[in-house]
Every structure is written in C-alpha cells, then in structure tokens.
C-alpha cells in the first residue's frame, strides 16, 4: 500500500510539474506539413515507436519523457487550452504494470467515461478516457502498457473531446503505441 501511495504522489507530482513547465523549443517530426492531416510517419526513440501524424512536432524532455504536439500553443499556458490543441506525454514510469493500471493509480483524472482492458501491438494494456481532471485540457485519455517486469509505459493525451475530430486522432495514436 505504501508503494502504491508514493506512485500515486509520484503521478500527481509528474503532472503537476508538467501544467507548471514552460514549453521549450520545439523541434518538427517532419520535413513538411503540406500533406494530407491523415498521414503519418513513425517516430521512434529508445523505447517506443507510434505512427504521429504529418505536422505534429515531438519535444524530447529527457531521456524517458517525450511530449507530442498536433500544435504547441504559443506563448506560456494561462488557463484554458485552445480547443484544437492536443498535447500527448509518453514516459516511462517506475510501476509495474498491475499496479499502475489500479483505479486509485488513475483517481486524480477526472470522471471515468471509459475503462478498457485491451492488447495494442501484442502488449496487455489498459485505455482509460476521463473528463475533467486536468486544468488545461478537459478530456484525457491514458493508455498503460506492460514494458519490463517492474516498469510501464503510459502515453496521456490531453485535448477537448468536444473538437472536430479529437477523439478519433487521440485513439489513432495510442493504438499505434509500440514498446520496444
């Protein structure tokens, strides 16, 4: 019980400090964003690989912490993020994968919309949309997946369901989630 507490400080401590961080310089995941929006390319890093959309950008954040963006907002974050924007954090967290995937593990995330045991790519993992859990994005949607004995990796994406297309984009996404 005590690991599992100090998880969940650890999470809510990650999140908190990542609506707090000013967003640093972005680097593009593709030469050109005159294609179609539904395209996509692999973006690869030492332990996942997801198909991420032509004209998204990846910003590195450390070797086990990456942040994808369909579009970066400009300037700090103040309150409220634009409704077309889509934010998605991939990292690595120090839970096995049972533990992580415990509804207290997730109880700070909003209202539990969706809840789903699934398999992505060949790996157990579990899909959890919430709504109104984190300050700047109103929707989230978290997928949890088995990387080693003692460690997951967890991909979060943060964006107004309400938006066009949101939803469908977020899904595509983390079902494209393979772990090396």
């Known amino acids: 019980m005590k ?10 401590a990650l999140v908190s400090a990542i609506a707090c961080t000013p967003v640093p310089s972005v680097t593009s995941a593709t030469p050109s964003v005159s294609q179609e ?3 996509t390319q692999p973006y690869t890093t030492d332990f996942f690989t997801v198909d991420l959309p032509v004209g998204w950008t990846a910003q590195v954040s450390g070797s086990e912490y990456y942040i994808l963006w369909n579009e970066p907002p400009p300037g700090p974050r103040e309150g409220i993020a634009p409704a077309n924007v889509i934010k998605t954090d991939v990292t690595l967290i120090d839970q ?3 533990t992580a995937i415990a509804p207290e593990f997730l109880s700070d995330t909003g209202e539990v919309l969706q809840r789903n045991p699934t398999q992505i790519n060949g790996r157990d ?4 949309y919430t709504h ?3 300050g700047d994005f109103p929707d989230t949607w978290v997928t949890i997946m088995r990387y080693s004995e003692e460690r997951s990796v967890m991909m979060s994406s943060y964006f107004t369901a309400s938006h066009e297309s949101s939803l469908t984009m977020v899904k595509q ?8």
């Open 125 to 128: 993992a579990v899909q959890v």
């Open 173 to 180: 996404l983390h079902e494209s989630l393979t772990v090396k």
């Open 37 to 39: 929006p539904q395209s």
């Open 96 to 98: 096995n994968f049972e």
């Open 132 to 134: 109104g859990g984190y």
């Open 3 to 12: 690991r599992l507490s100090l998880g969940c400080i650890s999470a809510i």
